[in-house]
């Protein structure tokens, strides 16, 4: 009974915040469906760390030494030792994500890149805001609308605050539902809402998609070698998938070697969200530029696709553009609904996907980037 009535009196109020994020983090889980696979383990391990002297975190014991925790371990070993992690649940994304729109309308690959604008916002926001560049730079990565991206640029930037980052990105991923319709309607008119695109997908040969992989591959790493390990395992998951030869190695790569990293990521990240390091009014701030990021993402490529539209005699709907962001397929079906809301019988979802799929190797090409001007500005 004494060691309970210790334990109670030495919990401190940001540890009580703390077992509230937890407890909200499970309940969008549980209750909402919001990315149920990364929050639940996230809220629980939020719990997890932030008892009084938690078992899962290395301490030293008197009479018994040093004892190792599992969520600290595999936090050094699965994340900032090797970045191990967020780069295996590269592969089973890759295997998860077919090409074959993006390559039978070539030009959506554009808007991969246009709705990447958010992250270079967020930067410039945070940096005004008084966060040192490192800082900034993984804030801005929320933007990416890639929770693995965001985890690892901010691992290896050192940021200290890779646990708020980390909630942001993903939390925002689930309210893409909610985020981006209302920053659509900001920047379109109905007229533009209501144009048609007619999807008239060309045959993707087979080579065309095997070669794909490999070309993305080579390509970044010319322009951006920082993201060779990001897109170089996000593409191999694609090979995976696309080669027709190991298709039992492509289905557990989409299937448990996915969910079960995934899992692993969500409990071990929440290392960080130790109460001393996450209860700060910059937390607050991170999570409003996060926010902030992905409006700004969504607002660039619906604008990239208007801009696109003063030359072209084939409009584009403008919705399209918003699908370039990272966040893979939530975006392409809030387009494809906003579009049925708009007329019932115009379909936008494969041009969508298309432009969906183009973002996910835009974010990680953007992560590589800021990387390597990190590196090159901190010589």
């Not at 008892?51 to 994340?79: A, R």
Request: hydrophobic share 55%.
């Amino acid at each position: 009974m004494d060691f309970l009535i210790s334990g109670i009196l030495s919990i401190t109020m940001e540890q009580i915040v703390m077992y509230g994020v937890g407890i909200l983090l499970m309940y969008l889980a549980i209750c909402k469906d919001f990315e149920p696979s990364l929050l639940l383990p996230m809220g629980f391990g939020a719990i997890l760390v932030n008892l009084p002297l938690s078992g899962v975190l290395n301490q030293d014991l008197p009479g018994i030494g040093e004892i190792t925790g599992i969520i600290e371990w595999m936090f050094h070993v699965g994340i900032e030792a090797s970045e191990a992690l967020p780069l295996l649940l590269f592969i089973g994304i890759g295997a998860m994500i077919d090409f074959g729109p993006l390559l039978a309308t070539p030009k959506m690959l554009l808007f991969g890149a246009a709705a990447q604008f958010g992250i270079f916002f967020a930067i410039s926001v945070a940096s005004l805001l008084g966060f040192d560049l490192r800082d900034a730079a993984s804030i801005g990565v929320i933007g990416a609308a890639d929770g693995p991206t965001a985890i690892l640029v901010s691992q290896v930037l050192k940021s200290k605050y890779v646990g708020a980052i980390a909630v942001a990105a993903y939390s925002y991923m689930a309210l893409v539902p909610i985020v981006q319709p209302f920053a659509i309607r900001l920047v379109t008119t109905k007229k533009e809402r209501l144009i048609r695109m007619e999807y008239n997908p060309g045959n993707v040969p087979k080579k065309a998609r095997i070669f794909f992989p490999v070309i993305v591959t080579v390509l970044a790493g010319l322009v951006a070698p920082a993201s060779v390990s990001l897109v170089g395992f996000l593409m191999f998951g694609n090979l995976l998938r696309e080669c027709g030869v190991l298709n039992n190695l492509s289905k557990t790569a989409s299937d448990m070697l996915a969910s079960l990293v995934t899992l692993l990521l969500g409990i071990t990240i929440s290392f960080s969200m130790r109460a001393d390091d996450f209860v700060n009014l910059n937390t607050l701030f991170i999570m409003g530029i996060g926010l902030l990021a992905f409006v700004f993402d969504t607002i660039g490529g619906v604008l990239f696709a208007k801009l696109l539209n003063l030359f072209s005699d084939k409009k584009i709907n403008p919705m399209v553009g918003a699908a370039g962001i990272s966040a893979f397929p939530m975006s392409a079906r809030v387009v494809q609904k906003m579009g049925l809301k708009e007329d019932s019988t115009n379909h936008l979802l494969m041009y969508a996907i298309g432009a969906n799929v183009s973002g996910q190797i835009g974010s990680v090409v953007a992560g590589g980037v800021i990387l390597n001007l990190m590196t090159q500005y901190l010589k």
